[in-house]
């Protein structure tokens, strides 16, 4: 019975799939929604013993209040699947499996920004682990690394970066960004001698910066893994939140550090202004 019943979400959810791919959503949206969804299926067979065929409101409350209570996933998680949940419930109303909207933006969490500088890494935690990798022979994940730190790249969009995106002798980069809004970065020593250094030594014929043997896109997995083989504390995320913090205490205004980053909306870079504990506490205690 269990086996019927996953069998008949899974036929929905890879219909749900083709649907969102449809809507023009990136692969990353897509395997993201098609996982919360599972989890929410997951749930709803755990918590009733039938298969989930349409969605009630009821549930979707509960469902939230298991998320926060019993899970402790915590607001941004919770508003991830909220989203995919409403785009699931979308689909069900497009394709005539359902009538009423049961689940709208209005019941994410609030969440409460931290105060603190989002970055919480040194530049000499960021070069002694980019030395690392060097050192260890992971020459594309040194290049890809010194990408993120000194660039402020989102991990896709360095992971999508094709040879004919860069001029290394002008210091440029088209990147190809969130919602397809392109952009010009540009790039620095330490990014420049990275690149021509992982090209000299560089043996696939993709049209990708960083591929793997088969040709094809470095999966962001694969990433992740070797980074967390050598930093607990150093993610490809956090790399992009120490470019942000160095590029404003560099100099560089708020204007110029959004477009830089990509950030649709200028709030998100003001919140790179925000002094960090340490340095709050230096200056209580000089009072």
């Known amino acids: 019975m269990i086996c019927n019943i996953i069998y008949g ?10 649907y969102l791919a449809l809507k023009g959503k990136s692969k990353n949206t897509i395997n993201s929604y098609y996982l919360h969804m599972k989890g929410y299926y997951k749930w709803f067979w755990e918590s009733f013993g039938r298969e989930c065929s349409l969605l009630y409101r009821e549930n979707i409350l509960d469902y939230i209040s298991y998320l926060r209570n019993i899970k402790k996933d915590n607001g941004r998680t919770i508003n991830c699947k909220i989203s995919a949940l409403i785009k699931f419930n979308e689909f069900l109303i497009e394709n005539g499996i359902q009538q009423e909207q049961v689940v709208s933006k209005n019941d994410n969490i609030k969440v409460q920004r931290t105060y603190a ?25 040194y290049c890809l690394a010194t990408l993120l730190a000194y660039a402020g790249l989102r991990i896709t969009e360095a992971l999508n970066i094709q040879l004919t995106d860069f001029n290394l002798t002008v210091g440029e980069l088209k990147v190809r960004g969130k919602g397809d809004k392109d952009r010009v970065v540009y790039l620095n020593d330490k990014i420049i ?12 014929e993709s049209p990708y910066l960083f591929a793997n043997s088969n040709g094809k896109v470095i999966h962001r997995s694969t990433v992740n893994k070797i980074f967390n083989k050598y930093s607990d504390k150093i ?5 992009r939140h120490y470019f942000c913090t160095i590029a ?10 959004a477009y830089l980053a990509g950030h649709s909306n200028i709030h998100t870079t003001l919140l790179y202004l925000n002094p960090s504990r340490e340095t709050i506490k230096y200056k209580i205690s000089q009072l």
Do not use: C, Y
């Open 9 to 18: 979400g899974e036929i929905l959810l890879e219909e749900f799939r083709e």
């Open 117 to 141: 500088n989002p970055s919480d890494i040194t530049k000499q935690e960021v070069d002694a682990f980019r030395q690392q990798l060097l050192e260890n022979g992971h020459r594309d994940i």
């Open 193 to 204: 001698n990275s690149i021509r250094e992982f090209l000299r030594v560089r043996k696939s």
């Open 235 to 239: 993610t490809p995320h956090a790399l």
């Open 248 to 257: 404003l205490e560099g100099g560089l205004s708020v204007h110029e550090v």
